[in-house]
């Protein structure tokens, strides 16, 4: 239950899934398909962010709890008799003066100010070392509003500064770079401008992570951090190329630089990030082919799109730890290569938007962890591969708008955990198979734009009578009447009483010749006048016969 209301919560927090939830019926082609796809990967970012910010809060609980094995109160013991210095207390006083300290929600301790003693009296989100220098700052959700100050800099001993999802504004303090002991610098989710420095040279510094401001110019092209694991720049204006000094961060684990402007294509230098488990270049202006990471045996999460060229044959032998891969939105070309399934632990695969030719892999079948195939806007031909169904977990399965023909599978009502289902705009034949019946969480239903006809199957009563309140989309099919009453009217299902329900081969299987024509291309009967179909139905210039039995 927790799951479900956390998933209704997300979607609602994107806006644009409202707009398109009303514009489906009327742009059901293309609107509908971009908020889905929108809203889904706002909501795979936010699960991904949750998790680094948990992972963040235990490495700074067991920097600030456990310091040489003493707790917080008994560290207090050792700081009866230290005075607290005064560089340190006039960094916190000048932060609290800067940020509106008095309107902050909490904010125990600060109001005594340079009176104050900010580590025997536990200012909150204070912590220090045991010789009562302090080491951290953490204020997360604390409506601090205003600039950060110079005078921040003064608390040189500072180890950790993190006051993400504030009001803060104006740019980073460019001393806040020079910090001897500086393990993580941790600002996001505010409004900050300005530049980052041109040369970055931090020792001890683990963590940098700015995403979600308004900072703008390029990355430093000097890194001399050799010690960060965490680089997170997403959401801000930057620009320039990805500089190539990246690739001397040789423990880096995170590199998310999506939703910017950067130019140029992808540096070969990534290649040599051997311990890189997640990047994120989504989103920005880099076109160019995907270079060799295949020394990247860390990675799980990998996003990015504008690749260019075909697709790397050695993804999946070299990236086994695989989870996400989307790399939609370039030029990806050729064929999805059947190596891509030695990823035996990815969950979400979603390739759209590019130049992808030949048959989808029967091998992504075996994939029990996949739960997102999204392959649309591709050029993949052939019928749709019956061994799909074995991805037994798959709750979304995206193949619209390719070449795809053939029957429906009946194995695909095997998917007991499916909740989007499109194949619209492909060149489907049959009807729909009664296996389909077996769907109990399809939400959303989309088979329009393609050559199904024949009836609708009776024992598909439950599953349209779930789709009453959700998305269904089977317009632009030649369906057999009469329809079943149970199919609701948002379905845009329409049938024509040209249309006898049999295989035609020939006009005259066609059950009336009042305003009836025969197209070619199907093919099928179908109400019209001389210029051809009429209502949502499309034929071929050339291939519409309308008007007597014999011309028909």
Request: glycine share 8%.
């Amino acid at each position: 239950m927790n799951k479900v209301i956390a998933f209704v919560v997300l979607c609602l927090a994107c806006a644009v899934e409202l707009a398109c939830s009303k514009s489906a019926a009327a742009d059901g082609k293309g609107t509908r398909t971009l908020c889905d796809r929108q809203c889904r990967h706002d909501r795979l970012v936010q699960v991904h962010r949750q998790q680094l910010e948990e992972k963040l809060r235990q490495r700074r609980r067991h920097a600030s709890v456990m310091q040489n094995g003493l707790s917080r109160e008994e560290r207090q013991k050792v700081w009866r008799g230290k005075t607290v210095n005064q560089e340190d207390l006039m960094a916190l006083v000048a932060l609290y003066t800067n940020t509106n300290g008095e309107k902050w929600v909490h904010n125990t301790g600060w109001k005594d100010g340079m009176n104050g003693d900010p580590c025997g009296d536990a200012w909150y989100g204070v912590w220090c070392s045991d010789d009562k220098r302090v080491i951290g700052i953490e204020m997360v959700y604390n409506q601090m509003a205003g600039t950060l100050p110079d005078d921040l800099g003064r608390a040189d001993q500072l180890q950790h500064l993190v006051l993400y999802s504030n009001s803060l504004t104006g740019p980073i303090p460019e001393n806040l770079f020079s910090l001897p002991n500086l393990k993580e610098l941790n600002l996001n989710y505010n409004q900050l401008s300005g530049r980052l420095p041109s040369q970055l040279r931090l020792a001890k510094l683990e963590s940098l992570i700015l995403y979600t401001n308004k900072l703008t110019g390029s990355l430093p092209e000097v890194w001399d951090v050799s010690n960060l694991t965490d680089l997170e720049v997403a959401e801000n204006i930057f620009t320039g190329e990805l500089p190539a000094a990246i690739g001397s961060l040789r423990k880096l684990q995170l590199l998310v630089a999506s939703r910017n402007n950067f130019t140029g294509q992808f540096p070969s230098s990534l290649g040599q990030l051997t311990h890189l488990e997640k990047l994120w270049l989504f989103n920005n202006k880099i076109k160019g082919p995907m270079p060799d990471l295949s020394e990247l045996h860390e990675m799980t999460n990998c996003q990015m799109d504008g690749i260019t060229g075909p697709f790397p044959d050695w993804l999946g032998r070299s990236w086994q730890k695989l989870q996400y891969l989307l790399i939609p939105r370039g030029n990806i070309t050729g064929n999805i290569p059947e190596s891509l399934c030695d990823a035996v632990h990815l969950d979400t695969l979603w390739l759209f938007l590019n130049k992808l030719e030949g048959q989808i892999p029967g091998c992504l079948g075996r994939l029990k962890s996949l739960t997102s195939l999204e392959l649309s806007d591709n050029k993949l031909s052939g019928s749709i591969p019956q061994d799909l169904s074995q991805a037994s977990n798959l709750t979304d399965l995206y193949l619209s708008r390719n070449n795809l023909t053939g029957e429906l599978p009946t194995s695909l009502g095997n998917l007991q955990h499916l909740e989007i289902l499109d194949l619209s705009d492909n060149m489907l034949v049959g009807g729909i198979p009664a296996s389909f019946a077996n769907f109990k969480h399809v939400y959303s239903f989309s088979l329009c734009y393609n050559e199904l006809s024949g009836p609708i199957p009776e024992s598909l009563e439950s599953l349209f009578k779930f789709l009453y309140d959700f998305t269904c989309n089977l317009y632009n099919n030649p369906w057999s009447c009469p329809l079943p009453k149970f199919v609701p009217k948002s379905c845009g299902c329409s049938c024509s009483e040209c249309n006898g329900g049999t295989n035609h081969t020939s006009c005259s299987h066609c059950t009336s010749f009042s305003n009836c024509g025969y197209c070619m291309y199907g093919p099928n009967c179908l109400e019209g006048t001389s210029s051809g179909p009429s209502g949502y139905y499309t034929c071929p210039s050339g291939q519409w016969k309308y008007g007597s039995r014999d011309e028909c």
